[in-house]
């Protein structure tokens, strides 16, 4: 696969398609000056944080009718490889994307890398899911593959990697360089700027990220649940997640103009109804908590014992919850099965659209 760094050109999550960042290939040469880990220097005063998600997978679709066949399935538009420029092969693109059953119930959730390997060659995509349905995935794509010229396979040979800023602003300070070292992508996580940068990389890559330093992936997690940002099939349940209640539109992951694809008659209309009463909210809990922690599907209730919603996942004292949006302003609390009470309180991340607020 050939190297490629992506360049930020649109903010994502702030109006525009998150693969309009513009890609350009790099020599093989190192983004980092020393290391032998993945993500730079374990010591202090890094500028980056980068986690290891072994969590999550990689399925190569590839073929002369990848693109269309993708195009069916998937709640987005392709993020296509861009124009070459020059003696350069085209760039890679990165978006995001959610597998959708017949009733319009989210399946999987993707992140989608489009890449060009070979100038003449049709795009081929890679799919990031949770790792624990990565042969579902499979079995899914080869179920409606058909007769298609489209090759679907497992891609182990690259890791994923989150890589956040280590301090607010801290990015901006030493931006990551334009550059790459062996088979590897660096992109712009394309659900929104607060979730940083995406890495795929080889097992045996040296370092990347220029400043950075190994991360714990507890702590990404609970990143990513103060920012209401839902990823996996503990956060998504197959068949039970509903897209725009859990924020779809919101990450960059949906396309109101796109073709048909499977499931898009709910997704649709209720896009153009306009009314979306529960959504997946950020939550923080307090409180003694349970050993084993919050049980998916607690119940949520209102100060009067009123149901508010459900309980969705979480990592330590911060989670997401489906709620109902007319009543996350009030206390709200959670009863246990230890017949202790932890209090729950709900917040509007700052990436969302101002409407919402």
């Not at 350009?24 to 980092?32: D, H, K, N, V």
């Not at 597998?99 to 795009?123: K, S």
């Not at 306009?274 to 003694?288: A, T």
Request: a positive charge.
């Amino acid at each position: 696969m050939a190297a490629a760094v992506l360049l930020r050109g649109a903010a994502p999550g702030r109006g525009g398609p998150a693969w309009r960042w513009r890609l350009r290939g790099a020599s093989r040469r190192s983004l980092a000056h020393s290391s032998g880990l993945p993500c730079g220097d374990p010591a202090g005063g890094a500028t980056w944080t980068c986690f290891r998600l072994d969590d999550r997978a990689l399925v190569r679709v590839r073929g002369p009718e990848a693109a269309p066949f993708l195009l069916g399935l998937l709640t987005n538009e392709l993020p296509l490889p861009g124009p070459a420029g020059g003696a350069a092969p085209p760039h890679a693109r990165a978006g995001y994307a959610h597998f959708l059953n017949v009733q319009g119930r989210t399946l999987y959730d993707v992140i989608v890398y489009g890449l060009q390997e070979r100038a003449e060659a049709a795009p081929g995509f890679l799919l990031e899911c949770d790792s624990s349905v990565l042969g579902a995935l499979q079995k899914h794509l080869v179920m409606y593959k058909i007769r298609r010229k489209v090759t679907v396979e497992a891609h182990p040979e690259l890791r994923v990697w989150a890589v956040l800023p280590s301090a607010p602003g801290a990015g901006e300070a030493a931006p990551l360089q334009e550059r790459a070292k062996a088979a590897a992508v660096l992109t712009r996580d394309p659900r929104t700027a607060c979730m940083g940068w995406r890495l795929l990389t080889q097992d045996e890559g040296p370092a990347l990220v220029p400043g950075g330093r190994l991360g714990d992936s507890r702590d990404y997690h609970q990143h990513r649940y103060r920012q209401g940002v839902p990823e996996g099939v503990h956060d998504l349940p197959p068949g039970v997640a509903l897209p725009l209640e859990s924020n779809l539109a919101f990450m960059n992951g949906v396309s109101f103009t796109k073709g048909c694809y499977i499931g898009q008659e709910l997704t649709a209309r209720t896009h153009h109804m306009g009314v979306i009463r529960k959504r997946l909210f950020p939550v923080r809990l307090s409180g003694p908590l349970p050993t084993g922690g919050i049980d998916p599907g607690t119940p949520v209730l209102t100060e009067s014992g009123q149901a508010a919603g459900k309980f969705r996942a979480g990592q330590g004292d911060m989670g997401l919850a489906l709620l109902q949006s007319e009543k996350i302003k009030g206390p709200l609390h959670i009863r246990t099965s230890e017949s202790s009470q932890v209090a729950l309180t709900a917040s509007v991340p700052d990436w969302w659209p101002m409407a919402t607020k």
